[in-house]
């Protein structure tokens, strides 16, 4: 019965999805006006900071001089470490078994099974003792039982704390996507020290500790290793389904091939958490899931409140409409067509 409703649920979810982008309602914009307008319909109280980062270019500035992996890969990313106040941010207990052990700006999760824990991301190299370990201890995690750390991707905000970690946990695995572990290999200045070559994420891998796991989706667009997962927590006992997102943010000046690829990586993970029946959006960024202050509120509900994150599977394929009208509208301003 239970896998009969989660079919009919992602099957309403692809329709909705379908009908967000406009498919059954009306034709699908062709002006990047008309994108533009659709993305912000689709956006409408849940995804506002993922409609403004992917629709509304920035004021054009010099790119930074640095290589994948080095600290400022991020935009708007300062080369040396921040203020900690500016920052540094509570670990919380967003559902019996995940735990947020993020900045303000950027996510860090832990998930715990009954055979260890899975940490997703390992932030700037700056917060990552004090986020990570130290959000940790205050949650009364043991670190010595993380098995593995997944990065989403090659950049400096999710995996400048990948070598500490690799260094203080015995036996830890790293994960990232194929190319960029290539990557990370050829950088020379990778902030926080490059870690040691380890496992590599393929699509479909699941990775579980126990009663807990997390799928792999390879989802090339934001870097070509990019990983998005899939997940089912417990959260008051009931499973919550959960598709995160590993790169979201686009260039405004590429070319054609870039923008259809990240389109279809867009597109093959909006079907898979459809399938997967996810009622939940996270990512690694609160400016496009809202993550730090949905972790805090869940932490602090009150008894039979839903959790925060839980925002129906209709809500997650908007999110999917949001980036791929906006990208788009990128492709017609960069491409002309």
Known sequence: M?????????????????????????????????????????????????????????PAAPAPATTTGARGGARGTPPAPPARETWYGEPAKVADNLYFLGTKIHNAWAIVGNGGIIILEALFDYAAQDEIFGGMRKLNLDSRKVKYVILSHAHADHDGGARLLQDEIPGVHLVYGAADWDAVDKSTNHAGGKPKRDMVGTDGMKISVGDASVQIVTMPGHTPGTLSFLFEVRDNGKPLRIAYVGGTAIPFNADAAYYDGYIASSKKMAKAAADFGATALMSNHTEFDNGFFKAHTAANRKPGEANPFDAGAAAVARYFAVVQDCTTAARIRATGK
């Open 2 to 58: 239970k896998s009969r409703a989660r079919t009919i649920g992602a099957a309403a979810a692809l329709l909705l999805f379908a009908g967000t982008r406009g498919a059954l309602a009306q034709p699908v914009p062709t002006t990047v006006d008309g994108l533009i307008g659709a993305a912000k319909n689709a956006a409408g109280l849940e995804w506002p900071g993922t409609f403004l980062r992917l629709c509304i270019p920035p």
